[in-house]
């Protein structure tokens, strides 16, 4: 017994004809009547009487009938309780976001989220991927912010913006000469990378060719977990790092003059929100996703289409 043949089922106790209850259905009048016979074949009860025009419930079908208008009402109870749990704003809401996103994107949207919500209590945590998909997984975190695709099946995934990788560059290194940037003009000399664990390094790798990426994984002489670190080595040594574009957005006039852009197509990752299928608020999920979108740059929101998104793990 299905839902389907229960419409089927309801419909033709309704209308007395099959032509009609078929076109309220919205089927085939031989796909309604085949229906209707399965169920009667599975319940081995003869719930219409064919013989009789316009066809009529037999005693039990009227009985049977009745019942599943009942169930049917009650589905659709389920239905509109569900939707109006999803349009209630959580009283809580609980964001992991990654290191290499959090002290660039949370001052942009989160004041002013807090201000148009106060009644939503907010607890954001600083997580790799990794640890996100995990706290996920156990239903520990509500919304995930990460730069890297999820296709597992237990998540859905929203896209908020796409952010340009730019590069760092110390005045003593040759591409400080260099206004705009190729793929093919990095090297791993003097490349200064993120430790192990954060997807930024991997799409940074990526950014280079392949074989001036194990070239990289060879000369590397130091890699950190901030994204800090590596600008203030760029500053007081020599080389270069790779910063996604909101992490430069503060810069003085003096850092800003050893950023080097990228020429089109401009090497990018796709930031994004992972939440859990069975995560109810989904008015919650709306008002966060159109608050961070509405403060990114003006810039930024203007050059998504020039972005060529870089995904480690596919390249």
């Given at each position: 017994?299905?839902?389907?043949?229960?419409?089927?089922?309801?419909?033709?106790?309704?209308?007395?004809?099959?032509?009609?209850?078929?076109?309220?259905?919205?089927?085939?009048?031989?796909?309604?009547?085949?229906?209707?016979?399965?169920?009667?074949?599975?319940?081995?009860?003869?719930?219409?009487?064919?013989?009789?025009?316009?066809?009529?419930?037999?005693?039990?079908?009227?009985?049977?009938?009745?019942?599943?208008?009942?169930?049917?009402?009650?589905?659709?109870?389920?239905?509109?309780?569900?939707?109006?749990?999803?349009?209630?704003?959580?009283?809580?809401?609980?964001?992991?976001?990654?290191?290499t996103l959090s002290p660039y994107l949370?001052?942009?949207?989160?004041?002013?989220?807090?201000?148009?919500?106060?009644?939503?209590?907010?607890?954001?945590?600083?997580?790799?991927?990794?640890?996100?998909?995990?706290?996920?997984?156990?239903?520990?975190?509500?919304?995930?912010?990460?730069?890297?695709?999820?296709?597992?099946?237990?998540?859905?995934?929203?896209?908020?913006?796409?952010?340009?990788?730019?590069?760092?560059?110390?005045?003593?290194?040759?591409?400080?000469?260099?206004?705009?940037?190729?793929?093919?003009?990095?090297?791993?000399?003097?490349?200064?990378?993120?430790?192990?664990?954060?997807?930024?390094?991997?799409?940074?790798?990526?950014?280079?060719?392949?074989?001036?990426?194990?070239?990289?994984?060879?000369?590397?002489?130091?890699?950190?977990?901030?994204?800090?670190?590596?600008?203030?080595?760029?500053?007081?040594?020599?080389?270069?790092?790779?910063?996604?574009?909101?992490?430069?957005?503060?810069?003085?006039?003096?850092?800003?003059?050893?950023?080097?852009?990228?020429?089109?197509?401009?090497?990018?990752?796709?930031?994004?929100?992972?939440?859990?299928?069975?995560?109810?608020?989904?008015?919650?999920?709306?008002?966060?996703?159109?608050?961070?979108?509405?403060?990114?740059?003006?810039?930024?929101?203007?050059?998504?289409?020039?972005?060529?998104?870089?995904?480690?793990?596919?390249?």
């Amino acid at each position: 017994m299905t839902l389907t043949q229960l419409r089927y089922l309801v419909a033709l106790g309704r209308f007395q004809n099959f032509v009609q209850a078929a076109e309220y259905c919205h089927v085939s009048q031989s796909t309604l009547s085949m229906q209707v016979k399965k169920l009667e074949e599975s319940l081995d009860v003869l719930i219409f009487d064919r013989s009789k025009k316009p066809v009529q419930l037999t005693p039990i079908g009227q009985q049977i009938v009745a019942q599943a208008q009942v169930g049917l009402s009650e589905i659709e109870r389920i239905r509109t309780i569900i939707k109006m749990d999803r349009q209630k704003i959580a009283d809580e809401l609980s964001i992991g976001i990654i290191p290499t996103l959090s002290p660039y994107l949370l001052p942009l949207f989160l004041v002013a989220f807090t201000r148009k919500n106060p009644t939503v209590k907010i607890r954001v945590r600083e997580l790799l991927t990794e640890q996100i998909i995990h706290e996920l997984r156990n239903n520990d975190l509500d919304i995930g912010i990460i730069a890297t695709p999820e296709e597992e099946s237990n998540f859905s995934t929203l896209p908020l913006f796409r952010e340009a990788f730019v590069a760092y560059v110390s005045e003593s290194h040759p591409l400080y000469h260099r206004r705009q940037l190729r793929r093919h003009d990095l090297t791993g000399e003097d490349l200064w990378l993120l430790e192990k664990g954060h997807c930024f390094r991997g799409q940074v790798l990526n950014v280079c060719e392949d074989e001036r990426l194990r070239n990289a994984e060879n000369a590397i002489q130091f890699e950190s977990g901030s994204l800090e670190t590596l600008r203030r080595i760029v500053d007081s040594q020599h080389g270069y790092t790779l910063l996604p574009e909101l992490a430069v957005l503060g810069f003085r006039e003096a850092q800003r003059g050893k950023i080097r852009r990228f020429v089109n197509p401009v090497p990018a990752r796709e930031v994004r929100m992972l939440l859990h299928h069975s995560y109810a608020s989904r008015a919650t999920v709306a008002l966060l996703r159109a608050e961070i979108v509405a403060n990114l740059p003006e810039a930024m929101r203007q050059r998504q289409e020039e972005l060529r998104i870089i995904d480690w793990r596919r390249e």
